[in-house]
């Protein structure tokens, strides 16, 4: 049987923490929650999540600042998708520019959500499957 994947959902406000969970319940994820950006870290370096849902502003560390700890680090294979209300032009530049993987506007769009995490995680596995591959070959 098949390693649940894992979820970290990094976000200090805890109606978008319940949002997400509510609609990712129905997939058999296992979610995890941080309620800021130290929170987070420390669940990424712990717990290896496969996909981290990272809102952009957190207090202790904001998602943009810890999205380049992450991904200059042992964990920069770590899918993260900057989920944010920040959709003004150039903040969907900005957040690729830290290292997020996606981009994903708040407030959720309840009826596409988790298919959009369906697709990341298809596409991180993919990834993942091709590093696997490379190093295989050396």
Do not use: W
Request: aromatic share 4%; proline share 2%.
């Amino acid at each position: 049987m098949a390693e649940k994947k894992k979820i970290l959902i990094a976000d200090d406000n805890q109606d978008s923490r319940e949002l997400v969970r509510k609609i990712l319940r129905k997939d058999d994820y296992l979610l995890l929650e941080a309620i800021d950006g130290e929170d987070a870290l420390h669940k990424i370096i712990e717990e290896k999540p496969d996909l981290v849902l990272m809102d952009i502003s957190m207090p202790k560390i904001n998602g943009y600042d810890l999205t380049r700890m992450i991904k200059s680090g042992d964990q920069k294979d770590t899918t993260i998708i900057a989920l944010t209300a920040h959709a003004m032009k150039g903040d969907r530049a900005t957040a690729m520019d830290a290292g997020c993987n996606g981009y994903i506007t708040k407030p959720i769009n309840v009826r596409e959500f988790a298919d959009q995490i369906r697709k990341y995680l298809n596409a991180s596995t993919a990834n993942q499957a091709l590093s696997d591959a490379e190093i295989d070959l050396h």
